[in-house]
């Protein structure tokens, strides 16, 4: 039987101490030296006793974009095991993702377990929800924007690129296309409501998501950029009618809400869930699907942490 591939980590701080590496796998890991392009570096106070014990700092380093910059660090080839215990090692301020480093190879890397506190150039792709249908004001992406931008004029940017009535299908082939003008660092993909719609016809808009998705999270790593998925929101299913032929149900929608958690969880891709943030409040819901100006307020809040 074949060995497993050992698992590319990249690593710019601690794990790259022997010491480190002796405690958490029992031997000194060979490094490749490698570059992290789009990354520099803040310092982030560690308070659990046990990592403080073995590396021995209370401050550690955590990774923000920054376009034009590079990290130097280092590729450990490290089995299943070993990175397992990397994992329990990082504090939850951290979380690992896919990168792909200077010379192309993907690897994995422990990046800020708070997306958008990393982000600088942030592209949103999706529907109606996400461009601010029934808000005069943008929605919360239109909320994200503004916040973003006044934190740093001359480093951050959004752009919006969602389109009303877009299923994921419609988001995946148009998406390529649209990142590399904006030199993106983090696609963030609203993943409405659309999707669980079904046809008068019978058609299923949950049929063919997991292919979509992979599609959209390659997209995304050739751009360098970070996936993160935007969960679809609760619906007042007494009130949504027919919109033009499509049926939406509460139902349908958690499945579709079930599927991406699911295919997140899977891939380490992170998922902001804003089921809950309207679940049971329809005062919040102009026709039962579209948020009106208070509702973006909050699921303004629940992005922005």
Request: aromatic share 6%.
């Amino acid at each position: 039987m074949t060995e497993p591939r050992p698992h590319a980590l990249f690593s710019f701080g601690t794990l790259l101490d022997p010491k480190v590496q002796h405690a958490l796998f029992g031997r000194a890991v060979p490094t490749t030296p490698a570059i992290l392009p789009g990354h520099a570096t803040r310092p982030l106070r560690i308070t659990d006793p046990a990592v403080i014990a073995t590396s021995g700092t209370g401050v550690h380093l955590t990774l923000a974009r920054k376009y034009g910059a590079a990290i130097e660090g280092g590729v450990l080839r490290l089995s299943e095991r070993e990175l397992a215990a990397a994992d329990a090692y990082e504090v939850a301020d951290y979380a690992r993702r896919r990168v792909v480093l200077g010379d192309g190879e993907v690897a994995w890397a422990y990046l800020d377990a708070e997306p958008l506190r990393a982000a600088a150039r942030i592209v949103v792709v999706g529907d109606s929800i996400a461009y601010g249908r029934c808000d005069p004001q943008g929605g919360w992406a239109g909320q994200l924007a503004a916040a973003h931008i006044a934190a740093d004029e001359v480093e951050h940017r959004v752009f919006n690129l969602a389109i009303p009535g877009s299923t994921l299908a419609q988001v995946a082939e148009q998406t390529p296309g649209l990142l590399g003008p904006r030199l993106p660092d983090t696609l963030l993909l609203a993943a409405g409501i659309n999707d669980s719609a079904q046809t008068a016809t019978g058609e299923d808009g949950l049929a063919g998501l997991t292919a979509h998705l992979d599609s959209l999270a390659a997209t995304a790593l050739r751009h360098g950029a970070r996936l993160v998925v935007v969960g679809p929101l609760w619906l007042d299913e007494g009130r949504t009618g027919d919109f033009g032929g499509l049926c939406f149900t509460t139902a349908r929608a958690q499945r579709l809400r079930e599927h991406l958690a699911g295919w997140c969880t899977e891939r380490y891709v992170d998922f902001l869930d804003l089921w809950e943030v309207l679940e049971g409040r329809p005062e919040l819901l102009v026709d039962g699907l579209h948020p009106g100006p208070e509702g973006h307020k909050e699921l303004y809040r629940q992005i922005s942490g």
